[in-house]
């Protein structure tokens, strides 16, 4: 019966840190990622790119090596088998649409990639329009006793600053229906990263009803779509 944002500016990692999750939670419930930007496909990639260590971009140019294949086609059968997580791509989603697809699906975990994708109907305000999805969307997730995890954009100001909650696409609405918000800062890249090279990244918890909120601390490496958690003492 929850709402969760993940936020961060485009190609900041949000959909990487969002799919690592859905596979995760995927392992124990029924999960649904709705991809509005990317097909199928390319997720299956990104996941498949996690898990074997290969560079995407062999992955998408099909410059594999016949292990490497093997590899690939192994780890998209453990998927299959060993996870309950299903994709649904459509260019345009509206909320009774998602909430067909919960019908269908019976998901327990809803992902929304991501919420500024969704049909804006006849508002000529699109935060407007932005505001009756996020209400449709909490509205679904208390109906069918679900969690839904949308995926937000940040506005320019934060490749400056540090994030706060007004900085998100949509503003109040999506705050005021977000149960908890993760906001991601990524450390400048400033070169192509390749073998195990990654990149800081700090996921502010900006809001929380059910608990603290604060820091988490990852490096990320964009090359594999991976992310991996980093103690820090203190």
Request: net charge negative.
């Amino acid at each position: 019966k929850s709402v969760y944002v993940i936020a961060a500016r485009p190609g900041k990692g949000k959909t990487d840190w969002a799919l690592q999750l859905a596979c995760r939670v995927a392992m124990d419930v029924k999960a649904l990622y709705c991809t509005m930007e990317m097909p199928a496909t390319q997720l299956m990639q990104r996941i498949a790119s996690r898990c074997t260590k290969i560079n995407s971009i062999k992955l998408r140019d099909k410059d594999l090596t016949e292990d490497e294949r093997k590899r690939v086609f192994d780890v998209l059968d453990i998927l299959t088998r060993k996870t309950q997580l299903s994709f649904d791509e459509e260019p345009v989603l509206t909320a009774a649409a998602v909430a067909e697809k919960v019908d269908k699906f019976k998901p327990d975990v809803v992902f929304i990639d991501h919420l500024g994708l969704m049909d804006k109907g006849k508002k000529r305000n699109p935060w407007d329009a932005v505001a009756d999805n996020c209400h449709a969307l909490k509205a679904l997730a208390l109906a069918k006793d679900i969690a839904v995890v949308e995926l937000v954009q940040l506005s320019r100001e934060t490749d400056h600053r540090k994030s706060v909650l007004g900085d998100m696409y949509g503003g109040s609405a999506v705050e005021q229906d977000a149960d908890a918000v993760f906001a991601l800062e990524v450390e400048p890249i400033e070169k192509f990263l390749q073998g195990d090279e990654s990149t800081g990244v700090t996921v502010e918890v900006l809001k929380n009803r059910h608990g603290g909120v604060g820091e988490m601390h990852f490096r990320w490496q964009p090359q594999i779509h991976c992310y991996i958690p980093e103690e820090r003492n203190g």
